[in-house]
């Protein structure tokens, strides 16, 4: 039997592809696990979730926090949306699995891929279950895809976010912590050997949310350049949990299901594709700079599959034309670009930069940028005119020079070029020029506007 298409991989962008183009097509989901399984808990943006995926949220983040050892802090009440939802994993992709074989479709268990060949008129691929042949195959195996690997696909130039943590009980109930809170930025003295450390030296962030009156989902995360093993994370998340003071109200707490999982950063979606076969989720970085796989998924995969549908209808799926298939929506292209480099500047930054961007959110500093400006950043949710409100401030409080001083060399080029997009020739030329990238000369560097490198 000939299938439309095949997806490897049964996590979730393997399974809402298949719940769509399962609708019209007959697909295959071929799972090395369980189809459905997933060690990874999410919350979303408020409008990324549709009615058909409403019912399998709940509550969700009213409250953003940010604690570093040093004396970052900063606290504000979710403004962009009422909240932001956490979605029940547990319901949602089985939901979709369900969804799937009710519309005709297989999704087939404990089947590992092997290897694929692509002929003129299909795709046959080896499994650890036999032979499947389909006239396409999707890529959604993960941020470590074998097959991309096979098509020499590189992820040299990525970041990653490196998680591990746990769903908790408090018996002895919250120490202060309020539902709906989300810790997104707190450091230990002790896991900072220096204030020159960075996160991309080492340094791990701790985070929490706290779901209902007794359970919170807690970790550490690092945002690097090389994925940081299970194994070495587990044991510096039970040592934060356990022994740090600022985290008493978690010495107590009881861990009922280990969370952790790794997420692929790049600039934005890479819309990858080869002969019959395209790539999908984290195989194709789905997920924005700051690290937001689900809603980048529920935010894309109707659109997306969509778009294979006509593939399929038409018979177009050459390596030209999937790879012309849009993997992703946004308004500005601003809304990537300040995201992107916000990202690598929280990946590279020193604890004492850290600190001031941080206080950039309180009302007492002389910069001060309103707190909705975070949440529309990190959501993808802004205008062009507030990104150039947000740079404003930034530039306020740190000089061009100083910003790209802790920026890795490789970064400079995909932000210079991408930055045009939205700031100008003239500010690039001065980039340029201070980078000894050739360009054009700098202008006066009396300016007072932060761009000037005297």
Request: proline residues 4%; contains cysteine.
């Amino acid at each position: 039997m000939q299938y439309d298409a095949v997806i490897i991989g049964g996590g979730p962008a393997g399974l809402a592809i298949a719940s769509e183009l399962s609708r019209t097509r007959r697909v295959l989901v071929l799972e090395k696990g369980m189809a459905g399984n997933t060690n990874r808990s999410w919350f979303v943006p408020l409008n990324v979730v549709d009615d058909t995926v409403r019912p399998f949220t709940y509550g969700g983040v009213t409250r953003f926090l940010a604690n570093t050892y040093s004396g970052g802090k900063a606290t504000w009440n979710a403004r962009q949306f009422p909240r932001y939802p956490y979605v029940d994993e547990k319901r949602l992709l089985p939901h979709w699995v369900d969804t799937i074989r009710a519309n005709g479709s297989e999704v087939v268990d404990q089947c590992e891929y092997r290897s694929h060949q692509v002929k003129a008129d299909g795709v046959t691929v080896d499994t650890a279950r036999g032979q499947f042949t389909a006239r396409l195959l999707i890529d959604c195996t993960g941020y470590n895809s074998q097959i991309a690997k096979q098509y020499g696909i590189s992820r040299a130039s990525y970041y990653w976010w490196s998680v591990f943590g746990a769903i908790g009980d408090h018996p002895n109930g919250l120490d202060g912590m309020q539902v709906g809170d989300y810790m997104l930025w707190q450091t230990f003295a002790d896991t900072t050997p220096n204030a020159d450390t960075s996160l991309q030296q080492g340094r791990p962030l701790f985070e929490y949310e706290i779901l209902d009156e007794r359970t919170s989902f807690s970790l550490v995360l690092y945002l690097r350049r090389e994925i940081m093993s299970r194994e070495f994370m587990e044991p510096v998340f039970n040592r934060i949990i356990r022994e740090e003071a600022a985290t008493s109200a978690f010495h107590s707490m009881q861990v009922k299901e280990l969370k952790y999982g790794w997420y692929p950063s790049a600039s934005v979606s890479q819309e990858l594709a080869r002969e019959r076969v395209i790539f999908a989720g984290d195989a194709a970085c789905w997920t924005t700079p700051c690290g937001w796989g689900m809603s980048f998924i529920l935010n894309n995969y109707r659109d997306f599959s969509a778009r294979l549908e006509q593939a399929l209808a038409g018979d177009q799926l050459g390596r030209a034309h999937l790879a012309a298939i849009p993997h992703f929506r946004f308004r500005e292209r601003g809304e990537i670009v300040l995201n992107a480099l916000m990202t690598h500047f929280l990946s590279n930054a020193p604890a004492p930069m850290l600190d001031r961007f941080i206080n950039l959110f309180n009302d007492t500093s002389p910069n001060h940028i309103d707190p909705i400006y975070c949440e529309k950043v990190f959501t993808l949710d802004i205008t062009t005119a507030e990104v150039h409100t947000v740079l404003g401030a930034i530039l306020k409080e740190f000089h061009l020079k100083e910003l790209f001083g802790i920026l890795q060399p490789d970064d400079y080029l995909l932000l210079v070029e991408e930055a045009v997009a939205f700031v100008g020739e003239s500010v690039v030329g001065e980039v340029r020029q201070w980078l000894h990238l050739g360009g054009a000369k700098p202008v006066d560097p009396t300016r007072n506007n932060g761009f000037d490198f005297a």
